[in-house]
């Protein structure tokens, strides 16, 4: 659906390619999160999980980097799966201050297990596109993400 704005013409031409690419994002995060909630975990749990699983133990500001997470949301995600025991935190020998987030083997077993699950779901979900439109989605949101990544950053420095 368009929008209804009756602004400038690029303005309404960026709301009429936003609009429905928030939706769809939306859309395809609301089951992707049912899916998992459905398996035991929420989706900032798996995210986590699965970057340990793949990337090895990393420490929280690692993680949140990675996964484009606030320190204090890395912190109590982690220590949600402290307490159901799928990672560890474990303190550096050389600097007490370092510490490392580990999955457990409950944790690996967990996301070994729901993994696989989650992948054939994200499989189906974008199987409506060719392989090529998944490619050209793929760079669209990159290039997308990125943004004016370097435009602010040279504005920062003014």
Request: hydrophobic share 40%; with cysteine; charged share 30%.
């Amino acid at each position: 659906m368009p929008t209804h704005y009756q602004g400038p013409k690029h303005e309404v031409r960026a709301l009429d390619a936003y609009i429905p690419l928030f939706r769809a994002a939306d859309t395809l995060a609301g089951r992707s999160a049912a899916r998992l909630e459905a398996a035991g975990v929420t989706p900032g749990q798996f995210a986590v999980l699965e970057a340990l699983l793949h990337l090895g133990p990393l420490c929280q500001r690692e993680l949140g980097q990675k996964l484009l997470r606030a320190g204090g949301n890395i912190t109590m995600v982690v220590d949600n799966l402290e307490k159901n025991g799928w990672v560890r935190r474990v303190r550096g020998r050389d600097d007490r201050r370092f510490v490392a987030v580990h999955l457990t083997a409950e944790g690996k077993r967990l996301i070994q297990r729901i993994f696989p699950e989650h992948a054939a779901a994200i499989s189906n979900e974008m199987s409506c596109l060719t392989a090529a439109e998944q490619e050209t989605l793929r760079r669209l949101c990159r290039k997308l993400g990125l943004g004016n990544r370097k435009e602010l950053e040279k504005r920062r420095r003014s």
